[in-house]
């Protein structure tokens, strides 16, 4: 997955909250939004996600205009190519973990995925947990559960805000690990992070503070 972002500007209200952005990634490559709070390092990665809209310019995936595409590719592009890991991992606590791998009811039974869900949470160190409900996750085991339904999915872009916000050491550490696997897997990943240990992992950095206007 190739990403390139052509002068981009995005709004919050009338504001402008950052404008001019440029740059271009691709797969292998893990990416870090970085900057001070409130410098719309969320925002940028809701809009790269195309889950929120810009004011102007233009984003590219594999060569095709994004801002351009009508809903129906934006849902296209977010069933079949990209995953996002959110702070509060986006879980159904009342359904099992390895239900919020597979999203899928039918997983049970004769669902051919079963191996590749439960080799994903083996990888995120999970597989024990596959058939709890979520609700007994801690916040970190959820996150992980995320990143295993990006390893599940094969997503070509992962998009992850904060993915190691709030966590403990042990969780933290494993948690950049994943993120660092998934992008040598071939995966595009991009984090917004004020965690500069998860930083110095990153393959490039976007210091958000050269588009944010004078």
């Known amino acids: 997955m190739k990403l ?40 940028l990665l809701n809009t790269l996600g195309l889950l929120l809209p810009a004011h102007s310019g233009s984003i590219f995936y594999d060569g095709s205009n994004a801002t351009k595409w009508k809903q129906r590719q934006i849902s296209k592009f977010w069933r079949e190519q990209a995953s996002f890991v959110i702070q509060d991992a986006g879980i159904d606590d009342d359904e099992t973990v390895v239900y919020n791998v597979t999203l899928k009811k039918s997983f049970f039974g004769r669902n051919p995925d079963q191996r590749s869900a439960l080799e994903a ?6 597989s024990q947990r596959a ?42 550490a494993l948690v950049e690990s994943l993120l660092t696997e998934e992008a040598q897997r071939g995966a595009l990943v991009i984090v917004s992070t004020h965690d500069m240990r998860l930083a110095q992992h990153c393959t490039s950095l ?7 206007p004078n």
């Open 131 to 172: 058939h709890d409900t979520a609700r007994v996750l801690s916040g970190g085991e959820q996150r992980r559960v995320a990143i295993a339904r990006s390893m599940y999915r094969k997503s070509s872009i992962i998009f992850a805000d904060e993915p190691t916000a709030s966590l403990d050491e042990e969780n933290r």
């Open 121 to 126: 949470l083996e990888k995120v160190g999970l």
């Open 206 to 212: 976007v210091n958000l503070e050269k588009y944010r």
């Open 4 to 43: 390139k972002v052509e002068d981009l500007t995005i709004k919050v209200e009338k504001r402008v909250l950052l404008s001019g952005v440029n740059f271009e990634f691709h797969e292998r490559q893990l990416v870090g939004l970085v900057g001070a709070s409130g410098c719309g390092k969320t925002t």
